[in-house]
């Protein structure tokens, strides 16, 4: 398995946050799980669950990741009430799903939700949460994870400004991105 140096941060996750292994004040890893769908939850959590049976202390930050909305001519924001509503209580819904996932497994985490391109907004959703490694499903048969360990992986891998980028297989093993 692979796991980032730690770096000391000036945001820990809290020392009695319920199931974090480790001594008072360890650095605490933190993780970057994208989530297209709440099934894709399993391979960063079963990770991240791994790396604590290890001692290490983790903290995950879920990012589901929309488009960015259309533009008017003038160049501002254009929303629909009709995209929002119908986006909105299903995101949600998948996000308290995934955080349920994560709650039962006794890792701290937050949830972001983020608009924009997803290569882009991944990167600096990690740069701006202070994230050690993202970690992706590895390739399965279906699209979305496909996607992930296919072309978005290895870009987001030759992208990444310190930031490790990692496929997690269904047992929560990982392994880097081949650039």
Not at 104 to 120: K, M, P, Q, V, Y
Not at 160 to 178: D, F, Q
């Amino acid at each position: 398995m692979h796991a980032s140096r730690l770096v000391p941060q000036r945001h820990r996750a809290p020392d009695s946050a319920a199931g974090a292994c480790g001594k008072p004040g360890q650095d605490t890893l933190l993780l970057l799980l994208p989530v297209k769908r709440a099934s894709d939850i399993i391979y960063g959590a079963r990770y991240a669950r791994r790396l604590q049976e290890w001692g290490i202390k983790v903290s995950v930050s879920l990012l589901h990741v929309t488009p960015a909305p259309r533009r008017c001519a003038d160049g501002l924001p254009r929303h629909s009430a009709s995209e929002c509503d119908a986006l909105d209580p299903a995101t949600q819904h998948m996000m308290h799903e995934a955080g349920l996932y994560l709650s039962r497994s006794h890792i701290s985490f937050s949830t972001h939700i983020f608009a924009g391109e997803l290569l882009f907004t991944i990167l600096d959703a990690a740069e701006l949460l202070g994230c050690h490694e993202v970690v992706l499903p590895a390739q399965r048969h279906n699209g979305w994870p496909r996607r992930f360990s296919g072309g978005l992986a290895g870009k987001l891998a030759r992208g990444s400004r310190g930031t490790t980028i990692l496929l997690a297989n269904h047992e929560g093993v990982s392994s880097p991105v081949p650039v």
